[in-house]
């Protein structure tokens, strides 16, 4: 199991296809596993590994409370897809450790290099393999509650409003109105987002700024599809 290097580009490479269908590294809430992949990256992926992006941004926002994620931190290489070989044990270090006292380094360097050249064909194997498939877009499915100010609301105009809101990655399901209470009803409408363009703090953002018709959004379901 592993990732390989993942300060090299290959290495995110296979961090970012592993996340393709995944929101974490290990279940599905933050965990200590995020947290030691997370350290093992030396900055945020390249715009274009979109997966490991999303990834890395959303563990960054725990950066104050990761110490308190559940599970239990262990070696980085027992995470990862199986098929990629572990290039983050000991062996390194060890090696490193002896310089000074190895009077035979050369065959300690032809010994990396060639460990090198197969960890490298490996990823590329890899790479190959999952360049085959089609790129999955990780989708959410959203349920949002949309509250009027009062029973007098044209309800049909808020959600007009609300339905005007476009965006790339954004496309708007079905909806139907739900008493609350003293005659007045909110507006529950169902939405499909793509999770790299489209957020919940977006949508609230847009939403609410229709203040003659609404006075506050709520998510009511969250679910990845």
Known sequence: MGF?????????????????????????????????????????????????LRWY??????????????????????????????????GATDSKDDDD?????SDDEEESEEAKRLREERLAQYESKKAKKPAL????????????WD??????????????????????????LVPVGYGIKKLQIQCVVEDDKVGTDMLEEQITAFEDYVQSMDVAAFNKI
């Not at 599970?71 to 044990?89: F, R």
């Not at 877009?137 to 509250?147: E, F, G, N, P, Y």
């Not at 007098?152 to 005007?164: H, Y």
Request: a negative charge; one cysteine or more.
């Open 57 to 90: 941004n959303h563990i960054k926002s725990y950066e104050k409370e990761k110490a308190s994620l559940p599970g239990i931190k262990k070696a980085l290489g027992t995470y990862g897809p199986a098929d990629v070989e572990d290039t983050t044990g000991s």
């Open 4 to 52: 390989g290097d993942l300060k090299s580009p290959a290495g995110l490479q296979v961090l970012n296809d592993y996340l393709a269908d995944k929101s974490y590294i290990e279940g599905y809430v933050p965990s200590q596993a995020d947290v030691a992949v997370f350290e093992a990256v030396s900055g945020p992926p390249p715009a274009d590994l979109c997966h490991a």
């Open 137 to 148: 877009v990780a989708k959410s499915s959203i349920l949002l509650d949309v509250k009027p």
């Open 101 to 105: 006292i190895d009077l035979f380094g």
């Open 151 to 176: 029973d007098e609301t044209d309800m049909v105009k808020l959600e007009e409003c609300v339905r005007s809101i476009q965006a790339d990655g954004l496309v708007w399901g079905s909806s139907k």
